[in-house]
């Protein structure tokens, strides 16, 4: 009987590496690859291209291999149990980075049962990490940054997005990334078109004043210089008519998900507090109408519409708050959004451990500008699957821009504020056609 060869890969693009590695393990018997399911790759580096099925039709197809099975996480003890193998067949590079600790767990329990890893050497210069670079540098269709979203609330129990009002914040977020504890890359998954900070970059109200005209151009410049998904704050939707026409913009431009929030008239800002925050709520049959002729209005499957519950804003209760989420989802809300202005979370905590009950539950998206003392892992285990740094990139230029200007016009000179920013070769240097 043919040895059995147990060789995990992700296979989202598949490279003459793959091939190698595949040719041979072949040489030492009955190729098995186990295949990582998108939650699995999620888990440790950007949500697949290609779907879990699409990428095991390649990989089936492949020369050399004999079948395929799922591997649902990246150790992987479990289905090295499952099948215990005779040999286990890895590229070389897994010795660095997120994967080096399973290796290493890996490698011991195949010594139990005297099982071999072989580990052939890493072929140079293809690896996905510079695909994807350059995948990035061509841009990305309008319909597959659409898809992106429901991709990745797919795989992930979680998402995070962070604010971007023009095309140099976006550029930040495109790019920005740490390495967290476990080696692996912690990076932006969305970008979240603020009506606030878009607003506030005109030196405008957030009263929907800034017409969709004007937003389009920032969604556009935004667009342009980024891959992630958009989540765009659509206010509170305008008259429905103009809704239904806004969905269809927004998906023609690739735009994810759009937010609307049951509010009516001069919507003002949600934070704000005392006799400014004079906010009126939408009834609940007239909002359902709205969702409806926005569901009515999309196109394509992947689209989203959030519905943004405001009564916790307005102090009208939990109980309202939970009746609306049941009757928009209802009337097809593909989201809901919990907003609450107070400063220790409790009351999102609190609505999150309801609405996890519902049977027809969808994704909860959660905006802790005043209770930033909940952490994403407090979030993550309430229940909230995107979570949406409004409005900070904003706040923290403001800052240094005025620290800058008051240097500036103390020392009469800027040698003593050029120490706290980027040199104007630096900024020349990050823009592409410079
Ligand atoms: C925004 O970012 O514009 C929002 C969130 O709508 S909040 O400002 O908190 O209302
Ligand atoms: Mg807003």
């Known amino acids: 009987m043919k040895k059995l060869v147990y060789v995990p890969m992700a296979?989202?693009?598949?490279?003459?590496?793959?091939?190698?590695?595949?040719?041979?393990?072949?040489?030492?018997?009955?190729?098995?690859?186990?295949l990582f399911s998108d939650r699995a790759i999620?888990?440790?580096?950007?949500?697949?291209?290609?779907?879990?099925?699409?990428?095991?039709?390649?990989?089936?197809?492949?020369?050399?291999?004999?079948?395929?099975?799922?591997?649902?996480?990246?150790?992987?003890?479990?289905?090295?149990?499952?099948?215990?193998?005779?040999?286990?067949?890895?590229?070389?590079?897994?010795?660095?980075?997120?994967?080096?600790?399973?290796?290493?767990r890996a490698i011991a329990l195949m010594d139990t049962w005297g099982?071999?890893?072989?580990?052939?050497?890493?072929?140079?210069?293809?690896?996905?990490?510079?695909?994807?670079?350059?995948?990035?540098?061509?841009?990305?269709?309008?319909?597959?940054?659409?898809?992106?979203?429901?991709?990745?609330?797919?795989?992930?129990?979680?998402?995070?997005?962070?604010?971007?009002?023009?095309?140099?914040?976006?550029?930040?977020?495109?790019?920005?990334s740490v390495k967290d504890e476990n080696g692996i890359n912690q990076s932006f998954d969305l970008i979240w078109l603020s009506s606030l900070t878009d607003s506030s970059a005109k030196g405008k109200p957030d009263i929907e004043f800034v017409d969709l005209t004007s937003?389009?151009?920032?969604?556009?410049?935004?667009?342009?210089?980024?891959?992630?998904p958009i989540i765009y704050d659509g206010d509170t939707g305008s008259e429905i008519p103009h809704f239904a026409l806004t969905v269809k913009r927004l998906e023609r431009l690739g735009v994810s998900a759009v937010?609307?929030?049951?509010?009516?008239?001069?919507?003002?800002?949600?934070?704000?507090?005392?006799?400014?925050?004079?906010?009126?709520?939408?009834?609940?049959?007239?909002?359902?109408?709205?969702?409806?002729?926005?569901?009515?209005?999309?196109?394509?499957?992947?689209?989203?519409?959030?519905?943004?519950?405001?009564?916790?804003?307005?102090?009208?209760?939990?109980?309202d708050a939970v009746l609306r989420a049941k009757k928009y989802i209802e009337a097809g809300a593909d989201g809901i959004m919990i907003h609450s202005r107070k400063k220790d979370g409790a009351e999102i905590l609190e609505f999150c451990e309801i609405y996890n009950k519902f049977k027809n539950r969808k994704p909860l998206m959660v905006v802790p500008t005043n209770y930033p003392i909940l952490s994403e892992e407090d979030l993550q285990k309430a229940g909230a699957n995107i979570i949406v740094?409004?409005?900070?990139?904003?706040?923290?230029?403001?800052?240094?821009?005025?620290?800058?200007?008051?240097?500036?016009?103390?020392?009469?000179?800027a040698l003593e504020a050029d120490k706290n920013y980027i040199s104007a070769l630096e900024l020349i240097s990050l823009i592409k056609g410079n």
């Open 215 to 228: 937003r389009m151009t920032t969604v556009n410049d935004i667009l342009e210089v980024c891959t992630k």
């Open 42 to 104: 999620a888990s440790y580096k950007r949500v697949p291209f290609m779907t879990y099925e699409q990428r095991k039709v390649i990989v089936e197809n492949l020369k050399g291999v004999d079948e395929v099975v799922m591997q649902d996480e990246k150790e992987y003890e479990p289905n090295l149990i499952k099948y215990k193998p005779d040999f286990l067949v890895h590229g070389s590079d897994w010795n660095e980075g997120p994967l080096n600790e399973p290796r290493q």
């Open 259 to 319: 937010v609307i929030e049951d509010k009516m008239g001069l919507k003002k800002n949600s934070l704000l507090e005392g006799s400014a925050a004079k906010h009126t709520q939408d009834s609940i049959e007239h909002f359902c109408e709205k969702i409806k002729a926005g569901k009515n209005a999309q196109i394509t499957d992947d689209f989203m519409i959030i519905s943004r519950i405001e009564s916790l804003i307005l102090g009208v209760g939990m109980d």
């Open 115 to 176: 099982g071999k890893v072989v580990e052939p050497q890493y072929t140079k210069d293809v690896s996905s990490t510079k695909f994807n670079k350059s995948i990035k540098e061509l841009g990305i269709m309008p319909h597959i940054r659409l898809a992106a979203l429901k991709k990745s609330l797919n795989a992930k129990p979680m998402v995070k997005g962070i604010e971007a009002h023009n095309g140099l914040s976006a550029m930040i977020v495109e790019d920005v």
């Open 389 to 413: 740094y409004a409005n900070q990139l904003l706040r923290a230029s403001y800052t240094a821009m005025l620290n800058t200007a008051t240097s500036i016009l103390s020392h009469k000179r």
């Open 11 to 34: 296979a989202d693009i598949i490279h003459p590496g793959h091939l190698n590695i595949i040719k041979e393990a072949a040489k030492l018997g009955h190729v098995m690859v186990g």
